[in-house]
Each structure stands twice: as structure tokens, then as C-alpha cells.
């Protein structure tokens, strides 16, 4: 089992067996998404700051730019990615938002245009960047070919059921500040949400949405897993502002919750750091092992192999810069 870290300037690979060696890549790059391809196992695709999309087809060790593809996805900033599992297409989302796909593996690319087309988007804005937006997170269906949920930062979570030629707009009461969207094969009509504007669920495929914080502390939402093995049982991590989740003032400030079925959300904090101090978590379930989660934070690797109740630090090389920003991505392999 392998963990890809995205941190804010270097990939860090751990291997699980032996921690402790973990190496890194991608010095210098500043990385904003990660994704791993299912059809190919040994294929890892990477989202940058300015360097467009990067791909490895060796499990991270080496990696190559994209070179004969659209001039976003070339040099722009590519802020998301995704690969279908239940078809060979991928996607990939940038900033300004624009949204492209490839049905080859990546080695051609088209942007779907017709995102641009949506009455939602005059009302798209990032609020650190008012005057732009960028597709912050992507999400294929796990069940079903052609449909996904593109979530835009901020202003809208849309979805399509054609593969992206066309459109469903923002629904009424549905996440305005998506940041990370997950649909589980077990209950693939729901859709739940982590965002800005706190969490959201639809329980019907994306008419209709409810917010469901009962226990929450803070309602700013940002990591989000669901258990591979366990539909009910999901992690997220909050905190009570964007400036103090993301420590943007140096002061940071967040936690993780827990929710199983249909009840409130529960702190977890045994084996986690104190929440002074914390960056917003980024959540990841381990795709083959039933109740096993990993939460990466600006103090550390952590694991838990008890759905999410008691955690442990990993033992993996950390670098003091690490300590000063919220990691931007984590991916868990199979093998």
C-alpha cells in the first residue's frame, strides 16, 4: 500500500510496509491535486500551480508535463482531476474554470465548452480571488458512466449525465462552496458535500439537498472521506473560519468529526494533535481495507484502523515547512 502526500512544495510517497523511508518528488512544484488512475495502477496524475497537469507512470518516481494538450492544462493552473472507474475517461479542472476531459488516458483532451454556458456563472468568484473562480473538485460516478458532479469554488456544484455535454445548474439549497464532493457505490444516490457553507446531502441524486450539522462545532467543511467498506460511516474535517483552517494568519484551527448512518457528527481526537495549531485535514478511506481511513494535516500522517475512532501518527520523515501550510492532496493506492 502506498500514500501519495501532496504537500505545498514536494510530493512525499510513503510506503506503508516502511514508513519511515518515505522519499519525495516534484521538488519545487507547487501541487494542488492528485489523482490515481484504476485502469492503470502504476499511473499517478498530478494538479499544479502553474505547471499544468503532470503525469508519472511509475508510481510517482518519475514525471512528465503535458505538452500536446491545451495551453491550460500545459501551464495553467489545474486545480482538480479525476478518473472514472467504471469507464476509461478522466478530467481535469483549472483556474480560471474551465473544464476538459480525455477519453484516451490522457494523451488527447477536449474542453466540455458548454460549462461555460450555465446562468450560474456570473455569479461564480473565489473570495481570495474575486475576480476568478477555478473548478475546485470532480467527481465521476462510481456506479454509472457519463455522470459526474463538478464542484466550481465558489458559486455552484453542477452535474451532468451526458459526460458533460450538458448541464444541471446549481439546485436550490445546494452547496454554494463545495470543496469536496463524495458519492459511495454502495448509495449512489446520494452525493454529499463538504463545503464552505457547511455540509450538505442529497439523498436523490442531486434535486434536492439538506444540511445535516447536528454536533457540528464549526461548520467551515473541507476533507471528506466515506468508508470503502461502510456507506454510513464518514470523517470530515472543520474548522471554524477559512482564515483559521487554512492558517493563512499563521494561527491555525481545526478538527475532525465523525458521523455513522444517520447521527450527529462526534469529535475524534485520541492520537490526533490538538486543535490549536491544526491545519483543515485532507481525508482519505483506504480503498481495500474495510474501515481504515488516513487524515494528512500541517502535523503530521495519521491512521486509523477503527473507522475513524482512535488515530495514530505514522512515522514518516517531517520537514519543518511542512508544519507552515495545509497539504493540498492525498491518495491512497490498492497495492
Known sequence: MTLYLGMNRELVIVDLEHPENATTALSGHHIAALAIDPHRPDRLW???YGDGLLMSDDRGQTWVQQTDVPESLRSGNVLSVAVSAVEDVMFAGTEPSRLFRSDDGGVTWRELESLQDLPSKSRWSFPPKPETHHVRWITPHPTTAGELVVAIEAGALVQSRDGGTAWQDRQPGSPYDSHTVRIHPETPDRIRSAAGDGYFESNDNGETWQK????????????????AGDAEIALMSVAPSAGRGHGHRGNP???????????????VSEGLPADDGTTLSVLAADPSKSGSFYALNNRGLYASTNTGITWQQLDIPWKDEYTRHRPAALAVSRS
Open 212 to 227: 445535516r450539522e447536528d454536533g457540528l462545532r464549526w461548520t467551515y467543511c473541507w476533507g471528506l472521506a466515506i468508508g
Open 46 to 48: 498530478c494538479g499544479t
Open 253 to 267: 484551527q481545526a478538527a475532525i468529526y465523525r458521523r455513522q448512518g444517520t447521527g450527529p457528527w462526534q469529535q
